[in-house]
């Protein structure tokens, strides 16, 4: 349950989007739930027929259903009947959040390290403890949370919003509208040595990394900068938690990185590219436009475009799934091929 | 070798534990290590015959041995012959431990950023640089440790640990009893985008995470909020390093999750259930209560009570551990097949 | 492109290889960059044939080429024409980075916490919001970064540098030269647990970690302290991001662990040891020197010296890539036993 600072009535929510509201009683909105935790002052939706026990039970104050729904299945409740329940419901937390976002007094802490080199936009947020490097530029109306390290020449754009904990290495470069979620580590050292007579002998990392405009980076992730150059991630593109991505990786733009995969060096990602949970990828591959890698997958070879992979080694997901399906005859087929080996070489004998 | 501030003897040591003292000096015991590093002041314990050489050679004061262990193996050193070594000896670190602890002078440091409206309640620790945002609650004894980052409207109840650099975000719970490691983050932002018009648009996150009573979270694991509701670990669960939980998933009590365990959304784990290191398991899942998951499997559909699954994608283990046996005659099998289907078409040629 | 504070020439260059040099014309050089983000003050090299419309496109004010290199290939440019292009060139790099290092002012932060009882040596620099427990030791030219917490009994050799918001948790030691990067947590308590009575109960964890020298360890990583001991990451092995070590591992020298590998507890890593990235290993077990574990398998037995592994579960890397290589043959082959099947019953039943 979120509650907000602003509350709202039936009237008022139903007055900004189109679709009819059914009203028994005048109330005050002050939070968003799931059905089954609302209380009477909750706007909640409903979508799902598996859900349908929880509406019944609801003790919810407005319901976003569906334009079919039928209204007697809920006659105590005020309901706002429209096209999609969901979307409509997350634009109304989205406006709400806004509405009820209170003005901080303090733009930039007091206890934050800003040195005199520094460059920053107006109404810009620094929060507690936040450390600068020299040269750093921030442009307007970006947060940075406290606790976060930002080093010498790094250049972060408007808009954006730095969460805490967050360490970004020299000379990095993020663009505007960018999230960093709390933890991340931009820029760290691409993983790269020489072996020579025994012993690793460390390639200086001297490249960057640049984030484009409106790419999310979720908790905890790694984003390794270039040994030269630069590692992109491209516009739009989305990172969930504890991503590896490696040195002089290159992603296209709205690509989709689910949690904990990883990307070896130099591998370039396209655009609308897909990979699902812990997909890891080999070094200096491809994976071409449009791609959607399963779950776990391991990727040791070029993707074309659109093409679906699946598996480890992932192979196209179509092919895996039958090779899956039958993975389980294997035992069998193993004591057939026995007793088949056992027959041929008794007729050889005999 | 872990040395103490307080100094105990054998027989101190002996008359609190319902063991046999085979005593042949006194001594001051300082420390508690491993057989192989010990010295004439450490405490050690000897369970595994594996090590009977470890035991032979060691040099320390006082060793915890089985109670039908052959006290004329180790002639020169105290033994305490009982039960269970192992435990007995892990009870007295714990004790042990406890009886060291100094007390902090400081308990606030002037250094952390406390606003007003926190509650913060008798003999709670905050370190150094410590950030509170607004309305934080942490109940009596509860200890945040040096440059966390606790957002507002989170409550923490009594007796929590939350090691170093760990960023809790807005409207979390936490309740009595947990311990969360350091650089672990708490509700993070759900990874929750609309795709339209080739543009993923962020759905906007604001339930929060919820963390029962006598909870362990390991380092740099990542809890994600819920989109609307919660995400909830349960009682007595326990959670290894570098874990994920996606938004919405809700663990039952007392279950393990080894370390990068990653759960997509909205998933369900029951009460005991097991996952070891690396599982994957997607979204909208249910594994039921007593469940037992091998390392590295992907779950990909519900998983019943009490079972044990394995493999990527994971089934039952017992079937898996056969597939996987005969694995290795793929090749084989291969090539007779290949044979087979020459000859039936030679065969039809003929 | 990374721009050094101080500028060379060409002939100071080559003045300091062994190398030739063709000269078109005098210029101050500035950066190093990749070819094709190359301006007329960069320094690059080219290798690879496969960058050869880089290479002729680029605007770079020096390029180091292959000995046997066509100089009328690149007729404008200054070129110089040596054995390892390379090698050589990130020789340069890494001198000219000694080179332009600029003096730190202030070496020890007014806002590190240090208490009285800390060891602090020659010329170590301790920044912003560094937080020391008791007793900590830091050796000379040892570099801790804004915001690190090193906590009781720590104890930090000389010429190690230790990035942002790292942890590290009491009594564990760091040698010399050792790298750390930002986010990692070293020595949080190992992963275990005594269930008993459908609870599980946490085993005290009061071993330690010792990282010996010229280890470095990549960004968010986690090492876990020993149970009892120590966990040990030997001398020069390198360790990438986000790799979780778990208690009382001990891996040797010059092994590799790369990105998302993890290690269950009490598993030992021999001597040049590679693992590729996110490779699981199950606890106890042994991997012996110079085995190379191929990316995502998963070990479940003791690996032999030199031996090539691959799988999940890993086996020799040979037979398995043949087995991958048939796989895709897997349905047909069901296929054919099917047929198979039938025809022997019809046989039966005639």
């Not at 600068?132 to 754009?157: A, W, Y």
């Not at 391991?298 to 895996?320: E, F, H, R, T």
Request: with cysteine; proline share 3%.
């Amino acid at each position: 349950m979120k509650k907000f600072k602003l509350y709202l009535t039936s009237k008022q929510i139903s007055s900004q989007i189109d679709g009819k509201l059914i009203e028994f009683h005048q109330n005050d909105l002050t939070n968003v739930a799931e059905l089954n935790e609302a209380d009477e002052h909750s706007v909640c939706f409903y979508e799902n027929p598996k859900y349908i026990d929880d509406l019944k039970n609801s003790k919810a104050g407005l319901i976003f259903v569906p334009e079919d729904f039928d209204p007697t299945l809920k006659m105590d409740t005020n309901l706002l009947l429209i096209e999609k329940p969901y979307i409509h419901f997350m634009m109304l937390v989205q406006k709400w959040l806004e509405m009820s976002t209170s003005e901080i007094i303090e733009k930039i802490s007091r206890s934050a390290s800003i040195p005199k080199s520094a460059n920053i936009g107006k109404n810009v947020i620094v929060r507690s403890n936040v450390v600068l490097g020299e040269n750093v530029i921030i442009e307007e109306k970006s947060r940075i949370e406290s606790n976060c390290v930002i080093q010498d020449n790094v250049q972060i754009g408007s808009n954006c919003h730095v969460y805490p904990n967050t360490t970004i290495y020299e000379d990095c470069i993020i663009k505007n509208n960018v999230i960093i979620h709390a933890g991340c580590v931009i820029g760290a050292d691409g993983f790269g040595y020489v072996f020579d007579q025994g012993i690793h002998h460390k390639v200086p990392q001297v490249g960057n990394v640049i984030i484009e405009d409106n790419v999310e980076i979720g908790a905890n992730s790694t984003i390794d900068r270039a040994t030269i150059g630069s590692t992109v991630i491209g516009k739009g593109s989305k990172i969930d938690n504890l991503v590896q991505v490696g040195h002089n990786c290159k992603i296209g733009e709205n690509s989709i990185l689910c949690a904990q995969v990883g990307l070896a060096g130099s591998t370039e990602i396209g655009n609308i590219v897909y990979l699902a949970g812990q997909v890891g990828v080999a070094g200096h591959l491809k994976i071409n436009d449009g791609a959607m890698i399963g779950a776990q997958s391991g990727i040791s070879g070029d993707v074309p475009q659109n093409a679906k992979y699946l598996g480890y080694p992932a192979i196209d997901a179509g092919l895996q799934k039958r090779i899956f399906a039958v993975q389980r005859k294997l035992p069998e087929i193993v004591r057939f091929f026995n007793k088949k080996i056992k027959e041929e070489k008794q007729k050889e004998n005999s």
